[in-house]
């Protein structure tokens, strides 16, 4: 059975026999066909056995969100199976509202147009080719406060089983050319604060209250078609006076793209320009509400970044290394994230 599945799995993807994200070159040079010895725990199976049960209150909670689905046309394939889990793994009321990108409007105006129709007092922007985890609505919910920005955990879709691949994306970073960074997550499931601040997320899956999205206009159209999603919501909630959380139980797995292959068309140099534009904007304290300077987000984070690199200096050339095992920035345990103040 053995040489059977690895004769077509011999690429950079899960291995179900042992359980991990393998390579040609761990299948030939390492593994030899002998899965057993390198077999390693599900890491789905272990998240549902670490994860807390849902609160009386949280199941009482009967506020509606109402989830946000931009569809490209390479995307349309995968929206069946993506309306699927977000309903199946739900526990309260939502609505799900799809948009197509038929004329190139991009997910900014789409957002915008399902963010008008809305229901629901919270909103969840989420990309078309996702999982969620059982119970994320109650969950999510219960962190998402009048001033937050709220991210899941990210892991990477395994498109055949519709499960995550067994990745372990939670915090984000910011380098100072405005672009993502990824550190490892230092401790276990089991060590995890159910909240931890992070700097920066990606755009594929974040709830806010549909009062706060409007207080910030929405998505900035004027900023593009597609990318940067995240950067444009981080920098305006964050730099505002709001806080950006990572609900550390709640997963949402990810189909990661090839280049080329994203769902909207994209003009490189408009990307770019995005990212200069937000990255000048802020920086200059012309932001729309802006309370905070830019370099408040590096101080914010400095335990993460290498001190010998100053965060709002101006030369780009350089991005953040992290420190070796620093433990990640939390919420206190027991806060409730919905009235923390800010320090």
Sequence with gaps: MA????????????????????????????????PEQYKRKSLDEHRARVRSPLTAEQKADKETVSVMIPVGQVDEQYLERT??????????PIEILVEHDHEGEGHRFLTNR?????RG??????DCHVALSEGW????????????????????????????????????????????????????????????ETMSILGCAYMIQKDYYWHHDGCEEA????????????????????RVILRTDVVCCHLFRQSGTTPFQIDINRLNKTF????????????????????????????????????AGKDNRYVYPLKAREKLQTVPQGSNSKEHALI
């Design 83 to 92: 309306v699927q889990s977000i309903e199946g793994n739900a526990v309260g």
């Design 3 to 34: 040489n059977e599945y690895c004769e077509k799995h011999t690429h950079n993807e899960i291995c179900r026999l042992t359980n991990r994200v393998v390579s040609a070159g761990f299948c030939r040079i390492v593994c030899k066909q002998r």
């Design 223 to 242: 900023l593009g078609v597609w990318g940067a999603g995240g950067l444009e919501w981080v920098l305006k909630v964050w730099l505002t006076g709001g």
């Design 114 to 118: 399902m963010a008008a129709r809305a």
């Design 276 to 311: 200069v534009e937000l990255g000048t904007r802020w920086r200059s304290g012309l932001g729309k509400g802006q309370t905070r300077p830019l370099s408040w987000l590096g101080e914010r984070f400095s335990d993460y970044l290498n001190d010998n690199v100053q965060w």
């Design 137 to 196: 609505d109650a969950r999510m919910k219960a962190s998402c406060g009048p001033t937050t920005l709220l991210k899941p955990m990210l892991d990477a879709l395994d498109t055949e089983t519709w499960t995550g691949k067994g990745r372990d994306m939670g915090m984000i970073l910011l380098t100072k050319t405005m672009q993502n960074t990824y550190p490892l997550m230092s401790e276990s499931l089991e060590e995890r604060a159910i909240e931890q």
């Design 121 to 126: 007092k919270y909103l969840l922007r989420i």
